[in-house]
């Protein structure tokens, strides 16, 4: 989750940039779109750019981890709903 948030200005460029740069490398859509929405909100927690940093990079990827578990718990309940609205 959103440790603070600072300054949103380029949030949305870095996660266009960084959805953009996975796809590019491979990565199927809910993988870049978990990792590049976890970009956007961690480039929120700092006045400028994030630095370049292994906290930066584990912050990342806790917050990608999250939003897949989020994106997951959502899944299982929408199919759930799905299921019962059918029998």
Same mark, same amino acid.
């Given at each position: 989750?959103?440790?603070?948030?600072?300054?949103?200005?380029?949030?949305?460029?870095?996660?266009?940039?960084?959805?953009?740069?996975?796809?590019?490398?491979?990565?199927? #859509?809910?993988?870049?779109?978990? =990792?590049?929405?976890? @970009?956007?909100? @961690?480039?929120?927690?700092?006045? +400028?750019?994030p630095p370049?940093?292994? +906290? @930066?990079?584990?912050?990342? =990827? !806790?917050?990608?981890?999250? @939003?897949?578990?989020?994106?997951?718990?959502?899944k299982m309940?929408? #199919?759930? $709903?799905? $299921?019962? !609205?059918?029998?």
């Amino acid at each position: 989750s959103l440790q603070a948030l600072v300054n949103p200005t380029g949030a949305g460029n870095a996660y266009a940039a960084a959805y953009t740069a996975l796809r590019g490398s491979g990565c199927d #859509e809910v993988t870049s779109g978990s =990792i590049a929405t976890s @970009v956007g909100a @961690v480039f929120c927690e700092y006045d +400028h750019c994030p630095p370049f940093s292994y +906290h @930066v990079l584990d912050r990342i =990827i !806790a917050a990608s981890n999250q @939003v897949q578990e989020h994106m997951a718990a959502e899944k299982m309940a929408s #199919e759930g $709903k799905w $299921k019962n !609205a059918t029998t």
